[in-house]
């Protein structure tokens, strides 16, 4: 099981930006199909972004493509969500998740094939 540690999340103005990071242990970071998800108070979990384990495939939810880049440096063993153009809807807590599954189309989005997540971090977006 891989180790997860979120960090950047904070308070910003709509329309603002962020960028948030994911730092990994181990040296099996490349083998882990990485995804970013996200939680508001009384509100499911709820899929944000995927990247692939080479950074080949990414994929998003509908409610942030155009707005949210998910990439990864696995040579920093590090992956990122740069977050534009951020909206109040987006205030939630934040968290990376780790997959020993490859990408696949019909899963990515789901909570259950990660097998690791970190601690989360706070993004709240104000009016």
């Known amino acids: 099981q891989v180790q997860l540690v979120e960090s950047g999340g904070g308070l910003v103005q709509a329309g603002g930006s962020l960028r948030l990071s994911c730092a990994a242990s181990g040296r099996t970071f490349s083998s882990y199909t990485m995804g970013w998800f996200r939680q508001a108070p009384g509100k499911e979990r709820e899929f944000v972004a995927v990247i692939s384990r080479s950074g080949g495939i990414t994929n998003y939810a509908d409610s942030v493509k155009g707005r949210f880049t998910i990439s990864r440096d696995n040579a920093k063993n590090t992956v990122y969500l740069q977050m534009h153009s951020l909206k109040p809807e987006d205030t939630a807590a934040y968290y990376c998740?780790?997959?020993?599954?490859?990408?696949?189309?019909?899963?990515?989005?789901?909570?259950?094939?990660?097998?690791?997540w970190g601690q989360g971090t706070q993004v709240t977006v104000s009016s």
């Open positions: 998740a780790a997959s020993r599954n490859l990408y696949s189309t019909g899963s990515y989005f789901s909570p259950g094939i990660y097998d690791s």
